[in-house]
């Protein structure tokens, strides 16, 4: 079987389908397109979400720092302060002993 053509039929079929192959890609490009947008949209989504996390935790963080001389004692600081007292209390025991015993 032979099948006979003429130049511009061969080259009308092949411009076709090249036209077939382009638009085929274009559409497959397109689909691509499409999700790797929807992908870096999610992503985008997420790094704001994420920023705001993180700015909301620094925000805390500083609040901690600012709030933190307020409401806590160091332990160096609790430690002295309690040795005071102490010598306080037992200088006032003694005291008390000798006036206890004079009497």
């Known amino acids: ?11 009308s079929l092949l411009i076709g389908f090249m ?6 890609g ?9 999700r790797l947008d929807i992908r870096f949209g999610a992503l985008e989504e997420a ?10 935790m620094e925000r805390e963080f500083l609040e901690f720092k600012a709030t933190l001389p307020l409401e ?7 430690i002295r302060s309690q040795t005071v007292i102490e010598a306080k209390l037992d200088a006032l025991y003694s005291r ?8």
């Open 19 to 24: 036209g077939f192959v382009f638009a085929a």
């Open 26 to 34: 274009k559409i497959l490009m397109a689909q691509v397109e499409k």
């Open 96 to 103: 008390l002993d000798a006036i206890g015993k004079q009497k």
């Open 47 to 56: 790094r704001k979400e994420t920023e705001t996390g993180h700015m909301r």
């Open 72 to 78: 806590y004692v160091r332990r160096d600081d609790f």
């Open 1 to 11: 079987m032979i099948i006979e053509m003429k130049f511009w039929e061969v080259l």
